[in-house]
């Protein structure tokens, strides 16, 4: 998702690529061929209709989001940059353990940003936005995933729901971006690949995108079809793209052999999120999480 932004503006000026490491990436997609107008670049044809089923058993691991608070055993929160900012020219401080960011209530996660300064924070960077970036304590592998939400809205903003592995650099390690939605198009949801070999940064992406109208007032399950072989993304039991391991280059075209690690946030302006800039008004605006579902599966 993140260096998805840095490599745009790269492109735009003519320059080479760049080093990004794990957890600081980026990705968009299209459909049926034609421009993504989210952030005006042309993608490859990924996009598929095709039924997505999740799992009837138990899910190996899973958060319903019942507990009075975030349950750290299986959470994290990424403050890493806080200090010097965060890559692709985003607005937002990532706070962590902070209710007014993220919380539970009512059977729900909520991650929430805010238009505030914190900056009576050791670590705080001169964001004038608050948010909060989760990230699974162990990394998650092969199988299906199910991460049912509603999504934030107004111009400005970037909710994610996304996958990173753990050390080397972007995007050779592989990055796999389940949603993406940026503010200023609401309703547009993308999913997308990437890695060495296949990046914004070359021109080469692959991804997709589908229209969920009321993405933004209404519960959506977001699905993670992950096999040694295939990778599908979809909405609600409907599978928009499908990218399969057919192409040469090893690692640099199909690094999705290791667990990833995944990664839960909302992101304020950036180089693709505020490309039309950053609507105050529309604060506090806020992810909801109801569930998070991972039915491992063995290659």
């Avoid at 421009?35 to 996009?47: D, E, K, M, P, R």
């Avoid at 599978?239 to 057919?246: H, K, L, S």
């Amino acid at each position: 998702m993140r260096c998805f932004a840095i490599a745009v503006a790269m492109l735009l000026a003519g320059t080479a690529t760049t080093g990004c490491a794990p957890q600081d990436r980026g990705g968009a997609g299209s459909s049926d061929g034609q421009v993504v107008s989210s952030t005006g670049l042309g993608a490859s044809n990924y996009g598929v209709d095709m039924a997505m089923t999740a799992p009837r058993g138990e899910p190996s691991f899973a958060d319903e989001f019942g507990g009075a608070a975030i349950d750290r055993d299986k959470w994290r929160y990424d403050v890493s940059r806080n200090k010097v900012g965060w890559y692709n020219n985003e607005l937002q401080y990532y706070s962590a353990g902070r209710p007014e960011n993220a919380r539970t209530e009512d059977g729900l996660l909520i991650i929430e940003a805010r238009r505030e300064t914190l900056d009576n924070l050791p670590d705080h960077g001169g964001q004038a936005y608050s948010s909060a970036k989760l990230v699974t304590q162990q990394p998650l592998g092969f199988g299906f995933y199910e991460i049912r939400a509603q999504l934030p809205c107004g111009r400005g903003i970037w909710p994610a729901i996304w996958m990173l592995p753990q050390g080397g650099t972007w995007p050779e390690q592989g990055e796999i971006d389940i949603m993406e939605m940026v503010g200023m198009n609401p309703g547009v949801v993308l999913g997308t690949l990437h890695t060495g070999a296949f990046n914004h940064a070359k021109g080469t992406q692959r991804g997709a995108e589908t229209l969920v109208p009321d993405a933004c007032t209404a519960m959506h399950s977001y699905q993670l079809d992950w096999q040694p072989d295939a990778i599908t993304i979809g909405v609600d039991g409907r599978g928009f793209m499908q990218v399969r391991n057919d192409q040469p280059g090893g690692h640099a075209a199909w690094p999705f052999t290791r667990p990833f690690d995944l990664i839960l946030n909302v992101a304020v302006g950036g180089d693709w999120g505020g490309q039309k800039g950053v609507d105050d008004s529309a604060f506090p605006q806020a992810m909801k999480v109801d569930h998070v579902r991972h039915w491992a599966r063995e290659p």
